[in-house]
């Protein structure tokens, strides 16, 4: 028990230590990522340069879009497998848009295309009550499937100029994509902090009976969460057919776990509740460091995926372990 | 006088609800159940077990709808199909297990409510309005707004389920059991917030297990047996609680703690079959040291936040010890999980059953043999030789045997708990710890759980009790320790103290500091020894003292319960006059103590030695009363 002049003279280091020990995750998870880009530049020479900086950036924006709407659904203890081949389906739909429609337009029938796909989702998942796992399974089936019909299996080339711009130009020396993914992450990020909708979507994957009986709006944000995911797999996949000016319809394969693991690195509970985008950011970028380096240090192809899956688990383990640690201490008072 | 004007010119009834049925799967819940509620009244919701109570509450509040029936909301009919349309109409309901979000920070939890409402969130005017209503509740400083829900404790939880509930401005509040994790000062607290909203004309429904609590704050009681009532809106002045204990269970009960003159304090003597040495688990346990005889019952009791629970974890080996030491049955015992502790013989039954206690998806027979897999090497399941055993065993708790193959969701509150119990009887162990064995358990399970545990005693069980409800904890033990703080503060016959003094006892540094303080001022001043204490008959408590290295030795110390003449000064305990009094061991002045509300708070005594100089009383009386001491005293001796 402190006195009251006391209290209000440490005022500012409290909030200072509150604001740490709220985002002590995330300040684990950039202390791991400064970690690895150090052993990494100490290996490799090239890792540091520009052109390699530039390239993380780049290949960050396609998960990072997609972890955001994975992070949503994990919140509310759903899952979304879909999202990879619902960037496939709706890249094809965006491309043969875009042969009859301005790019705007095009667009926007992409983004509506993935939200409709993860209405579907989360409305068969809320109203028909069947696990998100298996309805998601049967969707990621069905996007990968209509992305060959619709393609007729063939990939699609002679994509507009103006589309290339969104991945080679750049706003004050960042590419334009990457600037585009950290104002995502920003707005989700507001959302999901200071936003009536946002936490709600935390009380619902914390208590979904408190949620209930609170009065909110359950089956709306859980239906929510599935068409957020299904939009933003559209938006990646106008930021990957801008990237390499072609459509494939296996673009994106596997996808999904990619982001999985990226929430998951990122401190997120499968179990719902628990995560922040900030976490999920930076577990992105995990993702990509260790890909990066892996490439730069001549890692055998067929080896990289035994490297990529143990590294996941072991950061995950490492994460319990640490905030294991830090719950001892957790559960003093903070005021009293 | 304006308020009741206007309530009275209202219509008679907040809520009434007429012919209420309600049927879940094979069972008929509530057969033609009814409430009538007027405004400005507390009104009690009592009966058994899986009389309906509950039922009719989340009827009445949204959570559940009626097969057929009629409610009716100032007159005006209501139906409501959602929690939400109950919260606008102004019902709402604080839980009886807690339905909080635990990852959310309490003011989201307190706020909850209002996040389906449009428009956006501001968060600045949410946190001042919380802050008023924590100063309304007298929590200012108990409750951290900023913390994460999952890191309180059970007693600060229910409180944020409470604030929840005065934050959405309801006419009708219906309290389910909301004091089952509070400790009397919370319970005190409680009430008068009740009694303020009562004063607003505000209709409250108050369900509780707890007799006294029914009877200090209601004005009318409607019981419930079976799904029917059996007591409507009777005038609680014309009920007795031998009256409501027969309308609820339909019969007598004589003497619910099951102790007959023989069984008190009779078994103590045994060998110990635990002794605890300066145990330290951190944070909340720093240094508790006691001994549990065979076949004794020994209640750790304390407010929430002492540290009970913390402490019979680590015991079990849910937490990790840090120090001390501690021996089972005279061998060393240092369980790191409860794997450990069932081996050695230690049973465990926790104060959160649903969470801790029961396999939700096991039958009731598998939830019974569930320690029993713990203990058991090897593959197979070895149920066969337990059968036996399991039907008698059945029988002891009044359970009929048939329920064996059915889901323990099936059971009710009490139900459970029984199973619970069993599955320890079964393990035979040398120590069995409850923690809060009877919390939302009606009356006639209670006496049965009582009944069992006195008998598992009496069989040479250790038995290591934990309640927050001190008249059990009394009822129930043979001896109890006290704890503060983390730390044992007395170890005491519970035939030698009662409710009021183990408040005392118990009132953590927190609160009475400001009693410490006053007693560390007097003694700066005057030297010699000061000290807090209460004096019954022939008996004296002492619940803190300081001392000066040049004090007289008066004969009793901090947690001590000597009889008067056992002391050194014993004139001045039996005169109490209010002048410093000579006898040979000093001179000594003792100033009545009172909290806020009046209640007696026993002395505040200074004991000089015999050849010094004396203050004036009235110096001494102005200190103690200058002090924060009374203020402070309040929250420590409430009850």
Known sequence: ?336 | MTATATVESGPEFALEARDIWKAFERTQALSGAALALRPGEIHALVGANGAGKSTLSRIVSGHLSADRGEIQLFGAPAGFTSARDAIRAGVTMVMQETSLAPDLSVLENIYLPEFSAPGRLRWKDLASRAAALLDQFGQRGRLPLRAVLRDLSASQRQMVEILKALATNAKVIIFDEPTASFSPNEVDRLFDVMRLLVQQGKALVFVSHRLEEIFEITDRITVFREGRVVANATSTTEMRPADLVRLMVGREIADIYAHGAAGRGARSSGAPVLEVDHLASPPRVRDVSFKVAEGEILGLAGLVGAGRSECVEALFGLRRIESGDIRLAGASYRPRAPTDAVRAGVGFIPEDRRRQGLVQDFTVRENLLLAHLGRRRGLGLGDDEQRVRITQLLEDLSLSPRILDDSILTLSGGMQQKVVLARWILMSPKLLILDEPTRGVDIGTRSTVYAMIRRLAQQGMGVLLVSSDFEEVIGVSDRIVVMSDGADVTSIPSGLIDVEKLAMFAAPRSSAEATHFVLEDLVRRFGGVAYWIFVEGERLYCFDAVTASDAPNIGFSRGSFPEITCTKIPEVLRQRPRRFLSEPAGASLLTPLRGHRGHDLGHIGLTLPPDGALPYPSVVERIIRAGPATAAMTSAGGA
């Open chain 1, 1 to 336: 028990m402190t006195t009251k002049t006391e209290a209000a003279s440490r005022r500012s280091p409290a909030t200072i230590r509150r604001l740490f020990r709220a985002a002590q995750l995330e300040l684990r998870m950039l202390a791991l990522l400064a970690l690895l880009s150090l052993a990494l530049s100490l290996i490799s020479p090239y890792f540091f340069t520009l052109s390699n900086i530039l390239n993380l950036m780049d290949q960050s924006v396609i998960t990072g879009i997609v972890a955001i709407g994975q992070t949503f659904v994990i919140l509310t203890a759903g899952i979304d497998l879909s999202v990879g081949s619902l960037t496939g389906a709706t890249g094809i739909v965006f491309g043969l848009a875009l042969a009859e429609l301005p790019l705007p337009i095009a667009i926007i029938v992409a983004v509506l295309t993935g939200g409709l796909a993860g209405f579907v989702n989360g409305f068969i998942i809320t109203k028909g009550r069947v696990a998100a796992f298996i309805v998601t399974l049967g969707m990621m089936s069905i996007g990968r499937s209509m992305a060959y019909v619709l393609s007729g299996a063939n990939s699609i080339t002679q994509l507009p100029e103006s589309l290339g711009n969104l991945a080679s130009s750049t706003i004050l020396g960042l590419p334009t994509n990457f600037v585009m993914l950290v104002i995502l992450y920003a707005m989700a990020w507001y959302y999901l902090t200071f936003a009536k909708g946002g936490r709600t979507i935390y009380a619902i994957g914390s208590n979904v009976e408190a949620a209930r009986t609170a009065g909110l709006r359950v089956d709306f944000y859980s239906i929510l969460v599935y068409v957020i995911s299904g939009a933003l797999s559209a938006v990646a996949a106008v930021f990957l057919a801008a990237r390499i000016l072609s459509i494939d319809p296996i673009a994106a394969t596997g996808l999904e776990l990619d982001t999985i693991a990226a929430v998951v690195i990122g401190g997120a509970s499968l179990f719902g509740g628990r995560g922040t985008v900030l976490g999920t950011f930076m577990g992105v970028f995990i993702m990509v460091l260790i890909r990066n380096g892996l490439n730069l240090l001549n890692v055998n192809p067929y080896w990289q995926g035994t490297a990529i899956g143990s590294i996941i688990v072991a950061a995950v383990l490492l994460e319990r372990f640490l905030s294991a640690r830090a719950g001892i201490r957790r559960l003093e008072p903070e005021d009293a």
